[in-house]
């Protein structure tokens, strides 16, 4: 099978890419390979997929109209997995211009070259972040989502919104995947565990926000990626019997569907430091600062309806993650 994955050097779409070519599909890489971070390390993870001959990547912004379109005429993809984005909650404050590019206009050029091209089904990347304001736990796809307190929350919001009208319209099948705070090896540097790894290891203190009284529902990066992989067999179809009144709000009378993609089992921010410590054998010097803008205290999926349609369970527990991260990081900075 033919597969497009944008953001291919970017961290989730390197292992969901990989798990593809691992299970005998082609694979057309998409990144822009922007300086949001340090690019080396995308280009280290695209040399990985370039070891196969069944991989081949394009260096092409999402927002380039006539390029994507092209893209999709070529290629003729079966299915595309949409994982390209400008992340991050916190630059989304600083930077709200840098995410309308990306968010919003790629989106579009992504869903029109699905819809003109006979795409058979297009899963593209959500977040957590749009439980905004939220307060019940744990997050349900059936919760509504209407008050985020970041632009990035609301362009990913936006994004469910318009795969939703795609859908309706033109019955393109879509799969919305909101992921819960993804971590582990080749991990993005503006993440979390990634700042306090360097700093730990200079010496450095660490920033810990709200005073480390938060929780959060750490998803493994290899159980993401094989969440993905098994949605990508789960088409979602018409349900005529679908109503707004009583229907489920993740579903629709329209082939679209949305799950949670999330370890289901929140974690103290103190005892995921502690795994760190743990696994670095060092102490970190704590800032205990104030809740950052934009930010929520606690986050937990509820992942019963991706369990039911895939019968898998994100499960890896977080000193295993840990500890694979900081394997993995003295590895590749040799530290």
């Known amino acids: ?30 990144d822009n390979l922007n300086d949001y971070y340090d690019v080396s390390l995308k280009t280290s993870r695209l040399s990985l997929l370039e070891r196969s001959p069944r991989f081949d990547f394009i260096k092409l912004d999402l927002a380039d109209r006539d390029g994507m379109a ?3 005429a070529e290629k003729g993809f079966d299915r ?23 968010n919003l206009v790629g989106f579009v ?8 091209n006979k795409v058979k089904h297009l899963l593209y990347a959500s977040s ?30 936006a994004n469910e919104l318009m795969a939703h009208t795609y859908s309706h319209l033109y019955g393109l099948p879509t799969t919305g995947m909101r992921f819960f705070t993804v971590y ?16 730990i290891l200079a010496g450095e203190s660490i920033d810990v926000y709200n005073r480390g009284e938060m929780r959060r529902d750490f998803t493994y990066i290899d159980d993401v990626a094989e969440a993905v992989v098994r949605l990508a067999d ?21 082939p679209y569907c949305l799950y949670n993609v999330g370890n289901s089992n929140p974690i103290k921010l103190m005892d995921y430091i502690q795994a760190l410590e743990t696994a670095l054998g060092m102490n970190a010097s ?22 039911q349609v895939t019968g898998f369970k994100p499960q890896t527990s977080v000193d295993i993650g840990v500890k694979n991260f900081v394997d993995w990081y003295r590895s590749f900075y040799q530290v």
């Open 1 to 30: 099978m033919k597969y497009l994955v944008t953001g291919a050097a970017g961290f989730i779409g390197y292992f969901v890419a990989q798990r593809l070519l691992d299970a005998g599909h082609h694979v057309t890489g998409l």
């Open 128 to 157: 957590s972040s749009v439980y905004g304001m939220n307060r019940k736990q744990p997050f349900s796809t059936n919760d509504t989502v209407d008050h985020p307190i970041s632009l990035y929350a609301a362009t990913k919001k």
């Open 109 to 116: 050029n992504v869903l029109e070259g699905c819809r003109h």
């Open 234 to 254: 789960v088409v979602p179809q018409i349900d005529k019997e679908w109503t707004v009144e009583e229907g489920d709000a993740s579903t629709s009378s329209a």
């Open 70 to 72: 092209a893209l999709f």
């Open 286 to 307: 704590k800032n205990l600062l104030a809740m950052q803008a934009g930010d929520v205290q606690e986050t937990s999926a509820d992942t019963e309806p991706l369990y």
């Open 184 to 199: 582990g090896p080749w991990g993005r540097p503006d993440m979390a565990l990634f700042k306090f790894t360097k700093a």
């Open 80 to 102: 595309v997995i949409h994982l390209a984005a400008q992340a991050g909650v916190r630059y989304s404050i600083v930077n709200p211009l840098a995410y309308t590019d990306s």
